[in-house]
């Protein structure tokens, strides 16, 4: 069981150009995302956020079911539901500006066990920005990793919702010693300001960073590097490519048995060239359609199958 731990929201995208253009409810939030990716691969999962009672969190929860995500770990509340305003650029990039106060998600609590058979845990975006539930969820990413259980980090910067970014700094080194695996896009680690070997010294066994459509890289615990390039494809919009990235990793990682330090380091050459190819496949497929609309397994020619 892979649990992912994060927010759920609504994106409104705009159907058209200028601040007026009619907005679309989509389903959202890097966390929810990068779990109905992984159910739609195949992985068993469980997803752990605080979502509301009104329509739209009835939504969010309809759209994990269907992807065979486990939501028995979701905790329910009154208010309404986080709304993310993103703006699409001519590439097809995605802005995004966010309306948060005292919405549900902020007041998740930490669960007092994972759900069983949980072998790894993955975090990030701005469940790890918005208070009292950032706390909460660092909570969780220190408890998870003392009792021994794989982590996945992928902060996601949005800096319109980081009032202090220095402290949002030392807050996230602060995190890397609970961290096996951090994955960052390349804008994420410009605005952190430090390097893949500054990190791995502060406990992660692997960096993984996207490259946009030059793809992705990995630096291990050996320095060692690795890049695979971007699969071309006629860009509809990136909503939701890098969540879909982190699926990919943790599935196709969990297929090879090596959710671990261990396992991240005997995968070597041909395991990170074989992981990250994936990674860029699952990528591209998003990226050809609107909105966060992760592929399924039988997309990407094989589905990695996972082990219980």
């Given amino acids: 069981m892979i649990v992912v731990a994060g927010e759920a929201l609504i994106d409104l995208v705009p159907r058209g150009t ?61 208010e309404p539901t986080t709304l993310a305003v993103a703006t699409v650029g001519d590439e097809g990039s995605a802005a995004y500006s966010f309306y948060v106060e005292g919405t549900a998600d902020r007041l998740f609590t930490a669960p007092a066990a994972l759900p069983a058979g949980t072998r790894a845990v993955s975090f990030g975006t701005c469940s790890l920005v918005l208070e009292p539930g950032a ?29 202090d970014a220095d402290a949002y700094r030392a807050r996230f080194k602060g995190w890397l010693s609970s961290v096996n695996l951090l994955k960052l896009s390349e804008e994420d680690a410009l605005w952190l300001g430090g390097t893949p070997h500054e990190w791995l010294s502060a406990g992660p066994s692997a960096v993984v960073i996207t490259h946009g459509a030059a793809g992705l890289s990995v630096v291990t615990g050996d320095h060692a590097v690795y890049a695979v390039p971007g699969e071309p494809v006629d860009v509809v919009d990136t909503i939701g490519a890098g969540d879909t990235v982190n699926a990919a990793l943790l599935h196709g990682l969990a297929a090879r048995d090596a959710l671990s330090p261990a396992g991240l380091a005997g995968l070597g050459a041909e395991g990170w060239q074989r992981l990250l190819g994936f990674a860029a496949r699952a990528a591209a497929i998003t990226c050809s359609r609107a909105g966060a609309e992760p592929p399924y397994a039988s997309e990407l020619g094989g589905s990695w199958a996972v082990r219980d």
Avoid: H, K, W
């Avoid at 969820?137 to 949005?158: C, K």
């Fill in 18 to 78: 200028g601040a007026l253009a009619a907005l679309r409810p989509t389903l959202g939030g890097g966390p929810f995302n990068t779990a109905v990716a992984l159910g739609r691969l195949g992985s068993p999962t469980a997803f752990c956020s605080r979502v509301s009672y009104d329509a739209f969190g009835e939504a969010l929860l309809g759209r994990l079911r269907d992807a065979g995500v486990d939501a028995s770990a979701v905790q329910r509340g009154p």
């Fill in 135 to 163: 706390s909460a969820y660092e909570e969780l990413l220190r408890s998870a990793a003392g009792q021994g259980v794989f982590t996945m980090l992928d902060p996601n910067i949005r800096p319109g919702l980081i009032p």
